[in-house]
């Protein structure tokens, strides 16, 4: 895979930049595929890796067309801020983000961190879906 690399199962790192509205369609193709496989499963981002504005449109218009599929298979979204700054902004802007987000989203301060928090939240929604 072009954008994702599985950490554990069904642990997902995005990887590559995402620059060209060709780079959004391929990274739209390869979520699809994780979704496809109808299990819970967590994705950790780095802060710095958000797409430029071309990879963004077919995205953000995928994402609206899937909200309730992401809602209901991605257990989280882990974003790693390393910087103490910036994530605290993203702390305070986390509420207005969260409210339109299908998905829980956790802020981690490396990757090891988010690893722990992916696995965290991976249990959580295994437990849930066995109950239900």
């Keep these: 895979m072009k954008f994702f690399r599985e950490l554990e199962p069904d642990i997902h790192l995005g990887i590559g ?4 509205e060709q780079d959004g369609r391929d990274w739209v193709a390869e979520y699809d595929g ?8 967590v994705v950790i981002v780095r802060e ?8 963004g ?5 995928w994402m609206k067309a899937r909200k309730a599929e992401l809602g209901r298979l991605v257990a ?3 974003f790693i801020f390393e910087d103490e ?15 339109a987000s299908p998905y ?5 301060t ?16 295994s437990t849930a879906g066995a109950m239900a």
Excluded: N
Excluded at 34 to 41: E, F, H, N, S
Excluded at 48 to 55: C, F
Excluded at 57 to 61: G, T
């Design 17 to 20: 930049a995402l620059e060209t």
């Design 34 to 41: 994780l979704l496809a496989r109808g299990r819970a499963m």
């Design 48 to 55: 710095g890796d958000r797409p430029q504005p071309g990879a």
């Design 57 to 61: 449109k077919p995205m953000v218009l």
């Design 76 to 78: 989280a979204t882990v």
């Design 85 to 99: 700054a910036e994530r605290q902004a993203m702390e305070l802007a986390l509420p207005g983000r969260a409210r």
């Design 104 to 108: 829980p989203m956790v802020l981690a």
């Design 110 to 125: 490396s990757e090891a961190d988010a690893l722990e928090k992916a696995r965290q939240r991976l249990k959580a929604a």
